[in-house]
């Protein structure tokens, strides 16, 4: 017999966690039942991300199963048709439209990639502009082979839809380490290629084209009910991702609500109902000083400068620049490589007034190696960028 989980109900806590945090999970196993010969249980688990909630599982419930057993599951037993959805939804208007309703791997690793212009068209010119355009995962990661049908407003509920494959066969990574002896893709990793697929849709609306930095994440704080009833293994051919829509917000911050449903070789075999997924503020500038205090006259020093261009504002001015730390944007300073603005040395006035007679001093490192150097064939830095380096402190 091998195991196999049948379903949850789901709930995220805060953002997803980051790079250098800690996990710990608490398990619990609430019973057991037997049901002919098929052992099953129950469970519940808290994670927390250091001292604060992450992820909460509730009404867990799995078995151990034979070969026999599984091959005769009926599957989910839902369909969108039978399905009561909200009678009154908000659905605000697509801001973009694709110029192609379906997508192949090149344009899907292109839309990891931030190349929007690739992935849906033209008309996503805008995010050429972008440091980081929010995106999905790439690589190995990127769990979506084509998208055969992109209808932001079709579908069974003509609110939007989305039809996704990903081939399977017995080289794919996954089924390397889960479980020894007993191949299997990760319900998990099903659960991600519907997030990817809902992450397409909402980038398909036009929604990250004015959210430079900007990423993707389920909406905490509301619990998913999730149904596991089929399988994908070595033998398995293709899984079917189909994303439909019940509610679109254009923002502030732009979310769908949609259900899932992934079809293995023509077996339903994992639902989800009313999964949400956000798009939330974020900065390009990964390296930040954890706990470090805002700014003051004293600390605008290389990382405040460079978090004035691409990273949190109130890391960039302190407290009062706070409330563009959300959705509210703020005028920028160039990213690298047109940054020329290394510290501001001093500020001679008030901050946070304008002030006739105020003063502030800016410094600027010249790299040895700076680009501009090794395009302008010579050791002197060119006109416009000395032009600009003494602008940037005018914007700073």
């Not at 945090?21 to 010969?37: K, N, P, R, S, Y």
């Not at 996503?124 to 209808?151: C, F, K, Q």
């Not at 994908?232 to 979310?255: D, F, K």
Request: charged share 20%; aromatic share 10%; net charge negative.
């Amino acid at each position: 017999r091998v195991y196999r989980l049948l379903g949850c109900e789901l709930t995220y806590h805060g953002d997803l966690p980051a790079q250098g945090d800690t996990l710990h999970f608490d398990i619990h196993l609430d019973g057991h039942a037997a049901q002919g010969e098929v052992r099953l249980m129950f469970f519940h688990y808290d994670c927390h991300n250091g001292g604060r909630p992450q992820l909460s599982v509730r009404g867990g419930q799995a078995g151990f199963f034979t070969d026999a057993e599984l091959a005769a599951s009926a599957g989910c037993l839902w369909s969108p048709e039978t399905q009561a959805i909200v009678p009154q939804p908000r659905l605000d208007p697509p801001a973009q439209q694709p110029a192609h309703q379906r997508l192949d791997r090149a344009q899907l690793e292109a839309f990891a990639a931030g190349d929007l212009v690739q992935a849906f068209g033209p008309a996503y010119a805008l995010a050429r502009t972008h440091t980081r355009s929010p995106g999905i995962h790439a690589g190995r990661m990127l769990l979506l082979d084509r998208v055969t049908e992109l209808a932001l407003n079709g579908g069974p509920w003509q609110r939007g839809y989305l039809r996704a494959e990903l081939d399977i066969h017995p080289q794919q990574w996954f089924f390397d380490g889960h479980f020894k002896n007993d191949p299997c893709m990760p319900g998990t990793l099903m659960f991600e290629a519907c997030l990817q697929a809902m992450a397409v849709y909402l980038a398909a609306c036009g929604y990250t084209l004015r959210r430079d930095g900007w990423r993707f994440q389920p909406v905490p704080e509301q619990p998913y009910a999730l149904q596991c009833r089929g399988q994908v293994t070595p033998r398995s051919r293709l899984l079917v991702t189909e994303v439909y829509i019940e509610e679109r917000s254009a923002g502030p911050r732009p979310t769908i609500y949609a259900d899932l449903l992934c079809t293995v070789d023509g077996l339903k075999a994992f639902h989800a109902r009313r999964v949400g997924l956000e798009l939330v503020p974020d900065w390009p500038l990964a390296a930040r000083r954890d706990g470090a205090p805002g700014p003051d006259a004293g600390q605008f020093d290389a990382h405040a400068i460079l978090a004035s261009a691409c990273g949190r504002p109130s890391e960039a001015f302190g407290v009062m620049y706070a409330r563009f730390d959300g959705g509210e944007r703020a005028p920028r300073l160039p990213s690298p490589p047109y940054l020329f603005v290394s510290r501001i040395a001093a500020v001679h006035g008030p901050i946070g007034q304008m002030r006739a007679g105020a003063r502030v001093v800016a410094e600027y490192d010249v790299p040895v190696d700076a680009w501009y150097l090794a395009a302008h064939g010579a050791r002197t830095m060119p006109f416009a960028v000395l032009l600009e380096a003494a602008l940037q402190p005018c914007g700073w």
